[in-house]
């Protein structure tokens, strides 16, 4: 990639969680890279090694990690090579979350013990063990910690189950590391996007009516973009976002300000 003048030019950052092209951590990361930034990629598995590297490669980055965040020693690994290409690290892109799709239908009186703590170990958890880990190499200069949540955290969204609970965790470690980070000019925000067409949208029950939903009875009357997301997220990574912490963004076409539906559709 040629040489940028953007707004994180002189930026490193490591992208967890990125699928394929229609990921929103995709759209962040290639809205980071055109601001400027230089980014590391953090999958975990073969299959996804094999999606990632012609993306990585079209962002200028052959910088990539095989990662299992439930494994302590796959971590620890993963931010040492970090340390020792980098040495620093000035923002981490958090868009991890997992539950078992047979049980994003239907009612969460019926989820499983087992599908409960890993969902939460997954999508929650594991922000703190890689936050823990990224903090040593922010602290001089200070960083940025952003994760992705959904509206399913504070209200009840049909199918969402176990995930509304793992983002409402989610959430809720966002502004208890913002407070403990805050000393050391790091701040941990999240980005709410509404439904997207995204790989993890589709094992969600009933998906394709609320995108339907949300697209048509949303003030912007649109539901999200990529480029929108990505957009927020070099706000929140670049010096502009200074004095912004612990906040959930909405970008959402307004659609988490809404009691009911459009006259129109009720």
């Not at 090694?49 to 020693?73: C, N, Y």
């Not at 799709?101 to 703190?128: C, H, M, P, Q, V």
């Not at 706000?235 to 502009?240: E, H, M, N, P, R």
Request: net charge negative.
């Amino acid at each position: 990639m040629p040489e940028s003048k953007g707004v994180l030019s002189g930026k490193r950052g490591l992208v967890m969680g990125v699928a394929n092209d229609r990921s929103i951590a995709w759209g962040i990361a290639k809205a980071c890279a055109e601001a400027g930034a230089e980014l590391a990629f953090a999958y975990q598995g073969v299959a996804f090694r094999k999606r990632l590297e012609p993306l990585a490669e079209s962002v200028g980055s052959d910088f990539m990690l095989d990662v299992d965040v439930t494994d302590d020693a796959s971590l620890d690994a993963a931010f040492a090579a970090l340390k020792e290409q980098w040495g620093r690290l000035d923002f981490v892109i958090h868009a991890i979350a997992y539950a078992d799709k047979s049980e994003l239908t239907g009612r969460i009186l019926d989820t499983s013990r087992e599908n409960f703590k890993n969902s939460l170990d997954i999508s929650a958890y594991s922000l703190i063990e890689v936050t823990r880990r990224a903090h040593p190499m922010m602290v001089e200069n200070g960083g940025t910690v952003l994760t992705l949540s959904y509206i399913g955290s504070t209200r009840v969204t049909p199918n969402y189950n176990v995930m509304g609970v793992a983002k409402a965790a989610l959430e809720a470690a966002v502004r208890y590391l913002a407070n403990d980070l805050g000393p050391d000019g790091i701040r941990v925000n999240t980005i709410s996007p509404g439904p997207m067409k995204t790989l993890a949208m589709s094992a969600i029950g009933g998906a394709r009516t609320t995108y339907r939903h949300a697209d048509t009875n949303a003030p912007m009357r649109s539901n999200a973009t990529l480029e929108a997301v990505g957009g927020t997220a070099v706000y929140l990574c670049s010096d502009a976002g200074a004095c912004t912490t612990g906040e959930i963004i909405h970008v959402d076409g307004g659609f988490h300000v809404l009691g009911m539906p459009q006259l129109d559709n009720l």
